[in-house]
């Protein structure tokens, strides 16, 4: 048995020889080594690589070249291949580039970003981001904060003074405060800022306290609305606050006792009224600051913001000025007249009947514009002024203060 052994490992070692051929007689190949891989191809077409393994052939800084930030798009392509700012920054600048639109009818049609300007307010950066800072930084948090603040007051005022009541008894005589074709006047400019306000309101505040609680749908179209009515409104506005400048400016022009009634504010935090003439200092302050100043500023924006303003350039630096001041000066003007309003209504017993009839009880007269009523029993003034036939139903009875 190992003599058999032996001759069959001997056989199995000469089969092996003879099956490596040559090679392995020449001790290149050992006989349990697998042969090499042949070689694979390498795949064709397109490779794919990371962006950010490539690595720009730089011979030399670029950047430290003179005139390097001056630079063409094209110049700065040669040195530093893919760098595009050259172009943003003309972009930037406001460049006006290719557009097919008419310049009549869109200047700014092929300028892409506003040149930088820095607004009261904002930052040294384009013109519309300067503008948007200066809406949301500024104009909506401290427009809303001041338009709560004087509502707070009244609510305050009102909560610890009440209504400010007549200290003596009606006599039943009447003076007629305001003709017809005066309240007329004023309620046609009180209905329209009244529109102006609210629907301003909503577009400027609206979605921090409107929208949460009618959703987004609903607040949409309720927006849209009032926007179109902002727009439609706003001429009968300026034409109704024109009409009341004309018809109030003589009474509002100042008189004796104006200057004591504003040092005594009116009186309001005592017990007896600071006399006054047919507007007290207070009133002529509300016009001259609120109807004037104010609704001027207010009118000539808002019709640049409706264009309605021949031969001016609407561009977008215009607008965007434009409705800064438009809505600055419209909060300082509702601020005011919410104090208006609270005086007008609930503040003062009688002061809405004179506005809804246009008749005073000649008590009412004589305590609120004591200097009115004097020229009004002097017969300075008319008692009055329009017709007797105009009298309502519940005052014709009554007699003129001057007549009886």
Not at 49 to 67: C, H, L, M, T, Y
């Amino acid at each position: 048995m190992p003599r058999f052994s032996s001759t069959l490992a001997a056989f199995g070692f000469a089969l092996s020889v003879a099956c490596a051929g040559p090679a392995f007689a020449q001790g290149k190949v050992a006989p349990h080594d697998e042969p090499p891989a042949p070689a694979q191809a390498a795949p064709g077409g397109i490779q794919s690589q990371n962006i950010f393994d490539v690595k720009p052939e730089v011979k030399r800084d670029a950047s430290s070249e003179a005139g390097y930030d001056k630079q063409t798009n094209a110049q700065r392509n040669a040195v530093q291949p893919g760098n595009n700012s050259p172009m943003w920054r003309d972009v930037k600048q406001g460049l006006a580039g290719y557009s097919s639109l008419p310049a009549s009818q869109a200047p700014e049609a092929g300028v892409l970003i506003q040149p930088q300007v820095q607004y009261p307010g904002s930052r040294l950066t384009t013109a519309g981001e300067a503008w948007r800072q200066v809406r949301n930084n500024w104009i909506i948090p401290y427009g809303a904060a001041l338009l709560a603040i004087i509502l707070l007051a009244c609510a305050i005022f009102y909560f610890t003074k009440g209504t400010i009541e007549l200290h003596g008894a009606e006599t039943g005589r009447k003076v007629e405060r305001f003709t017809p074709f005066e309240r007329a006047a004023h309620w046609s400019n009180a209905i329209a800022f009244c529109v102006l306000a609210i629907s301003g309101i909503v577009m400027a505040f609206g979605k921090f306290f409107l929208l949460p609680v009618i959703g987004s749908t609903l607040f949409g179209w309720l927006t849209y609305a009032l926007k179109t009515m902002h727009n439609f409104v706003g001429p009968l506005f300026v034409v109704s606050l024109v009409i009341v400048f004309v018809t109030f400016v003589r009474d509002n022009l100042p008189q004796r006792g104006d200057l004591q009634w504003l040092l005594h504010g009116g009186g309001l935090f005592g017990n007896k009224e600071v006399p006054s003439n047919r507007f007290n200092a207070g009133e002529k302050a509300l016009f001259w600051g609120g109807v004037f100043l104010l609704g001027l500023v207010v009118a000539a924006s808002g019709l640049v913001l409706d264009k309605l303003i021949p031969s001016l350039l609407y561009d977008r630096g215009t607008m965007q000025v434009a409705h800064m001041i438009h809505a600055v000066a419209a909060v300082l003007m509702m601020a005011m007249f919410i104090g208006h309003i609270y005086m007008g209504t609930l503040g003062m017993r009688g002061a809405f009947d004179a506005m809804k009839t246009g008749y005073v009880d000649e008590t009412w007269a004589k305590e609120h514009h004591e200097y009115w009523y004097d020229d009004v029993k002097a017969g300075k003034i008319p008692a009055q002024r329009s017709k007797p036939a105009t009298l309502s139903a519940p005052g014709a009875a009554d007699t003129p203060a001057n007549a009886a």
